[in-house]
């Protein structure tokens, strides 16, 4: 089946550093695929998404790019700030029957030092 | 503005309890989702309704069950509660045709 591989948290960084958070998928077909982020005691929010390859999905001044020839979907920031301390999830779509389910990497945490 | 409201934000129960997880959205999509989050699983997908009377298992649907009677609201009922329940509980929705999903705040569920 479908499937998301994050790299392993936690990663701590300091402030104005470059960041990388890598992400591979197994997929049958052209997913979407998505970068949510989860604040402290809240729920995901939709960080950026890429529907087909070679897409560069941006928010926030983060990116990633839709990698179908290494099936990868990597996070980048090029000058973290405090506030991108949170949990950030990787995600492809696989649609079922019309309606699209998320499959979800397994998040990694970032924590930003000043 | 539209949103999506998960009730309570924290429960604690018993073991062999009957509980219900609550989540309304004013979005008015036909899709609605329920997770669970676990440290290193990230989301598991437990239930998902296409629409109203609609309901579908997902991959860690056992002990779970949800109904739904209208557009707004997907209700997750645990059975009889276990303490291998105990997590953080996700709702989301979507448009029938838009892949963005839109999460609830989540409940924190403790099973003792």
């Known amino acids: 089946g479908n499937s998301v591989t994050q790299m392993e948290g936690p990663v701590t960084l300091s402030e104005e550093a470059f960041l990388t958070i890598n992400c591979t998928y197994t997929?049958?077909?052209?997913?979407?695929l998505f970068w949510y982020v989860q604040y402290p005691g809240e729920g995901l929010q939709l960080l950026l998404k890429?529907?087909?390859?070679?897409d560069k999905g941006s928010n926030k001044g983060f990116e990633a790019t839709y990698r179908k020839e290494t099936t990868s979907f990597h996070l980048e920031k090029g000058s973290v700030q405090v506030s991108d301390s949170a949990v950030y999830f990787c995600?492809?779509?696989?649609?079922?029957?019309?309606?699209?389910?998320?499959?979800f990497g397994q998040g990694t945490r970032l924590t930003i030092n000043p | 503005d539209a949103e999506i409201t998960q009730s309570p934000r924290h429960k604690i129960t018993e073991t062999g309890r009957q509980v219900t997880l609550a989540c309304h959205q004013t979005w008015n999509h036909n899709n609605m989702f329920w997770y669970r989050q676990d440290l290193g699983h990230g989301l598991r997908l437990i239930h998902y309704s296409y629409g109203v009377q609609d309901t579908n298992k997902g991959e860690v649907s056992d002990g779970y069950s949800v109904s739904r009677s209208n557009t707004e609201d997907l209700p997750l009922t645990l059975e009889s509660a276990a303490s291998s329940q105990t997590s953080v509980y996700f709702c989301?929705?979507?448009?029938?045709?838009?892949?963005?999903?839109?999460f609830g705040p989540g409940t924190r569920l403790t099973v003792l």
């Open positions: 997929a049958t077909g052209y997913p979407s």
């Open positions: 890429a529907t087909k390859a070679d």
């Open positions: 989301a929705s979507s448009e029938q045709s838009y892949n963005e999903q839109f």
């Open positions: 995600a492809l779509s696989d649609r079922i029957q019309g309606a699209q389910k998320l499959v």
